[in-house]
């Protein structure tokens, strides 16, 4: 059989495209080392923002609470003031020489009587308040100090799978280079174009007779030259064009 050969010798041939092959799949796993890299703040900022909420759930709670407090406080201090005025004015009560006066201290130790008792519905109100907002403090409590520990579970985790995606990166971008230089820089050029268009697979299958990334039709002698392991561009979408044996499944078009 003649092996048409154009640029390269057949071994060339076959080492530019198993290179390109292996440029492509150390360029996807790295793409997406990547992008997992680059979803890692946006996970950090949410655990963050559910963390800030529960002090916030927290911190409304708390101020309820100190609130109450100083109702009770001052309800506390207005009931003393009334215990004393009430003592001052029944001791006043002993030493009054006319009716009138009598009668208008009666009236004023009745209106601190009835104040006394507003105060002591206000207190016992507060208190059940109280009650309820140490309960509620107690829950937000434990659910801050649950979100706080699962907040730094997560940070953790997130920082170890950092380092080892940046270490695989690294690791990645270095074979890369290898692999890269063993291609044909003509070659190298078209790939890189491939890839900066959008299209993750520069290098696809020969599927059924069709390019695997557009399923145009390759003209049969192309498609004996593609067998050959001469590399061939898909006129339509640009991709390079392997016989990978059926080993491979076709890559839709993206
Ligand atoms: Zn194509």
Do not use: W
């Amino acid at each position: 059989m003649a092996h048409p050969v154009r640029f390269y010798t057949e071994a060339d041939v076959e080492q530019t495209l198993s290179g390109l092959l292996k440029l492509q799949e150390s360029d996807s796993m790295l793409d997406r080392a990547r992008a997992e890299l680059e979803g890692i703040p946006g996970e950090l900022s949410l655990v963050e923002s559910e963390l800030s909420a529960a002090r916030a759930e927290f911190a409304v709670v708390e101020a309820r609470l100190s609130e109450l407090g100083a109702v009770m406080k001052k309800c506390e201090e207005e009931k003393a003031d009334s215990i004393r005025k009430l003592a001052e004015y029944k001791t006043k009560l002993l030493s009054l020489r006319t009716n009138a006066e009598y009668k208008a201290m009666l009236e004023q130790i009745s209106f601190v009587e009835r104040r006394m008792d507003d105060l002591d519905s206000r207190i016992l109100e507060t208190m059940y308040e109280e009650d309820a907002a140490r309960k509620d403090i107690a829950d937000a409590g434990r659910k801050l100090e649950r979100y706080t520990e699962r907040a730094n579970r997560k940070k953790e985790l997130l920082a170890e799978r950092e380092s080892v995606l940046k270490a695989e990166v690294d690791r990645l971008s270095g074979d890369r280079s290898g692999t890269a230089s063993a291609v044909p820089i003509r070659l190298l050029r078209k790939y890189e174009q491939l890839r900066a268009s959008g299209r993750s697979c520069a290098v696809v299958g020969l599927v059924r007779g069709a390019c695997g990334g557009c399923h145009t039709n390759v003209p049969p002698q192309n498609a004996v030259e593609i067998s050959q392991g001469i590399p061939y561009s898909c006129p339509i979408c640009g991709r390079y064009i392997v016989d990978l044996d059926g080993n491979r499944p076709s890559e839709e078009d993206t």
